[in-house]
């Protein structure tokens, strides 16, 4: 996420977008400091850096991390993990509870020393939510600090999973993964993407290679996946996330969540609990 609120120009999550300022601008008030905010649809913190790390992870909804290079996504099953001094940007297109952990540089050592995805394990999210709920605590308290170490302890063994839903700033190829991302049922193939786009279904391919890493379809199966991740820990039914999801039964949506994941979609709903 330079400091100051900037107009993101061009970017549809500006349209009607909440600004929020960053909390800190030159120092941090205790070497590990612990904060949560709720935030409305299309809320957005500015393009800035600062010389502690950050670990960002949403509660619930999705959080958005733009760097100049690459773009992560935060829902609840994963958190992003900003070394210090990375421009950033952070947003998020529908309401979301996140938090962030800051930590000053002399603890960075045994951290990612490049930002990445993490998988957040059930104990790291149970230890998140417990600071949530005790958010009131002292910020400087030696026992605060030392639960935050732990935390810190846990992010640093997290496995990394890099940028598990890569973006684009090409901005055909961004429109045709915002489409998806508002409605991750639609089912149109990539030729009828490439058209709405004003592309050539091969050009669409190589950008998607190019940008992404990954072909088209790919994308949007990993893109299914953690909305369904979000979904099942609501307890929703397999049944209405595979038609949520645009699958015309449950049987093909179990396939490609247990082809994608290792697991069935009941086996991670019992796993995140």
Known sequence: MTV???????????????????????????????????????ATYPQHSHPWGEFVYSYSGMMEVSLKDGHYLAPPQYAVWLPPDIEHRGLNRHAAVHCSLYVDPSLCGHLPQET??????????????????????????????????????????????????????????????????????????????????????????????????????EWKQRLRVVQAMSMLEANDTVEHISAALGYSNASSFIAMFKRMTGVTPDDYRVSAR
């Open 116 to 217: 990445t995805a993490l998988e957040v394990s059930p104990l790291l999210r149970a230890m998140l939510e417990h600071l949530r709920a005790g958010d009131g605590a002292d910020p400087g308290a030696a026992e605060h600090l030392r639960f935050l170490q732990v935390v810190i302890d846990l992010v640093a063994v997290a496995p990394r999973v890099g940028t598990y839903l890569p973006w684009s700033t090409d901005p055909a190829l961004e429109a045709v993964l915002a489409r998806l991302q508002d409605n991750p049922a639609d089912n149109r193939s990539l030729a009828e993407h490439a058209r709405l786009a004003g592309l050539a279904e091969r050009t669409l391919i190589r950008r998607c290679l190019r940008d992404l890493g990954m072909p088209f379809t």
């Open 4 to 42: 100051g609120i900037e107009t993101l120009t061009g970017n549809r999550a500006d349209r009607g977008a909440h600004f929020r300022d960053v909390p800190f601008r030159s120092a941090l008030p205790h070497p590990l400091y612990f904060r949560s905010a709720q935030m409305p649809q299309n």
